[in-house]
């Protein structure tokens, strides 16, 4: 009986422990998206004027600018953890032109982004396209170089794709970030 | 005492010269809208410079995704390679545009990411001042050559042609960042003034600023997206007739191009609009090689290519 209560650790309760986490959320999430970029988060005033002119509000994403600020304030977890619509912002920045209060709405898409980032919350596309940069030096990459070679072009751009050095540099960059932080992808 | 050629030459207009900076889509997508530059710039008189080493912007969902420091850390290295030679980056992507500029504009704004910045970029031998920006073909065309020398230019008018413009939003806003900026940037003109100059008409349409739909919404939700985009197309149709949409942007170029062939095949639209970048246009006009620098598409183009060539000469 003596062993028991001194070498077993107390039971850990889970709802218990969720709740926490979920309060704790709620009680920080605005601080974050505020320090990860989106100073201006308290000036929102829920005008809608962002939205009016969101691609996301018009196509239907569920937590467009103005709905996501609101669910950031009153820090709604699962809704803003588990939803992608912060991925699909075109950062067209339209918002940012039309907002009253300086709030920078696109800010916060990108706030909530790298929010999401460190619970590791993204799509595999993103992850792609940063092994990709981190690789070639190119986001957006291709192996076949017939286009190149239709329209007259060397095959080789004159980019870190041809640039041994130039890639080298930018790894280097690469290393001394945050992505290399948060260990999202192999980094030799 | 000052001769002669000195004063000619302090009379001489500056040479102009820029940093071809083509990002990851026209490299590797689209190089006829490379090509298509390459072509047009040095006829205009504006000395190219490969800006060797040069990588990815970066774009949105890369590194501006994770933090400021990191994104501004990427974009300021590319910047740095024209900085270095004191010239202005140039570019035909709006991504680049937009992600370079707005970089630039955090670390002016602010002292500390500069700061930091520079602290990355000692480790490989180099620093931004923050002097080198970069510039948008569409504005150096309009700008820094004018309308009246791109009409002496041209072998071939474009009357009679009606076109639909895409500036494409990261041309627009957030206006605070770029270094050139429409009047109204909810009613932007310059593109349609470039067309214009070409002989075409180039009308202002309800849909004229919305998105495109491409890059992260695209790749979310292609349904969505696809929806966006077909909107666009049935106001240029129903509203202009257009024959030809041109872009300020690749990567509307591509959307549109894209986009297209799709709902067609999906029997939700019937038409099909060809899709030029400015530049390709304008490439298209001075007399360059069609093939060159216009020949990658999914919605075809021979036939109003071959309209330009045989309707407009001069």
């Known amino acids: 009986m003596e062993l028991a209560e001194e070498g077993v650790p107390p039971v850990i309760n889970l709802t218990e422990l969720a709740e926490k986490e979920k309060e704790e959320f709620e009680e920080k999430v605005s601080e974050l998206i505020i320090e990860f970029g989106a100073e201006n988060l308290m000036a929102c005033m829920q005008c809608g004027a962002c939205a009016s002119i969101c691609p996301l509000a018009r196509t239907g994403f569920e937590w467009y600018n103005k709905k996501l600020i609101k669910a950031i304030l009153v820090g709604m977890r699962e809704e803003l953890l588990d939803d992608m619509t912060p991925w699909a912002c075109v950062a067209c920045n339209r918002c940012t032109e039309i907002c009253p209060r300086n709030v920078t709405p696109f800010e916060v898409m990108l706030a909530m982004r790298r929010l999401m980032v460190e619970d590791f919350a993204l799509p595999t596309l993103t992850i792609e396209g940063l092994r990709s940069l981190y690789e070639h030096g190119h986001a957006v990459y291709m192996t076949g170089r017939e286009a190149r070679k239709k329209v007259g072009l060397p095959e080789k751009p004159p980019t870190t794709d041809s640039d041994e050095k130039a890639l080298q540099e930018l790894k280097t960059i690469l290393k001394n970030t945050k992505l290399a932080e948060l260990g999202l992808i192999p980094m030799e | ?314």
């Open chain 2, 1 to 314: 005492m000052v001769s002669e050629t000195e004063t000619v030459n302090e009379n001489e207009e500056r040479k102009l010269k820029f940093g071809l900076f083509l990002g990851c889509n026209i490299t590797f997508n689209r190089p006829d809208v490379e090509q298509a530059m390459r072509k047009i710039f040095p006829a205009l008189g504006v000395e190219l410079d490969d800006l060797a080493g040069q990588s990815c912007c970066p774009t949105w969902g890369t590194m501006p995704s994770i933090d400021d420091v990191g994104w501004c850390a990427v974009a300021a290295r590319n910047l740095c390679l024209g900085e270095e030679k004191g010239i202005d980056l140039m570019t035909a992507c709006n991504t680049c545009y937009a992600s370079l500029n707005e970089a630039r504009h955090k670390m002016l704004k602010n002292p500390e990411i500069m700061n930091s910045v520079n602290e990355i970029l000692a480790k490989i031998g180099r620093k931004y001042e923050g002097k080198a920006k970069c510039r948008h073909v569409t504005w150096v065309l309009y700008k820094d050559i004018g309308l009246e020398k791109l009409r002496e230019s041209i072998k071939y008018t474009l009357d009679g042609l009606t076109i639909a413009v895409q500036p494409g939003c990261h041309f627009l806003w957030p206006s605070e960042v770029y270094p050139d900026r429409e009047k109204d940037p909810f009613n932007p003109v310059v593109l349609r003034e470039l067309c214009e100059a070409l002989g075409a008409e180039a009308p202002y349409y309800t849909k004229l600023i919305d998105c495109c739909g491409i890059g992260a919404l695209r790749s979310t939700d292609p349904g969505k997206s696809f929806a966006l985009a077909k909107d666009k197309l049935e106001c240029i149709k129903e509203e202009l007739d257009a024959d030809l949409i041109v872009a300020g942007c690749c990567s509307c170029m591509i959307q549109f191009d894209d986009v297209q062939d799709k709902l067609r095949k999906e029997g939700k639209i019937n038409f099909s609009i060809p899709v030029l970048h400015y530049v390709q246009l304008l490439a298209i006009c001075m007399g360059f090689d069609p093939q060159q620098v216009a020949g990658i598409c999914v919605t075809p183009r021979d036939e109003i290519i071959k309209r330009i060539l045989e309707g407009g000469k001069r």
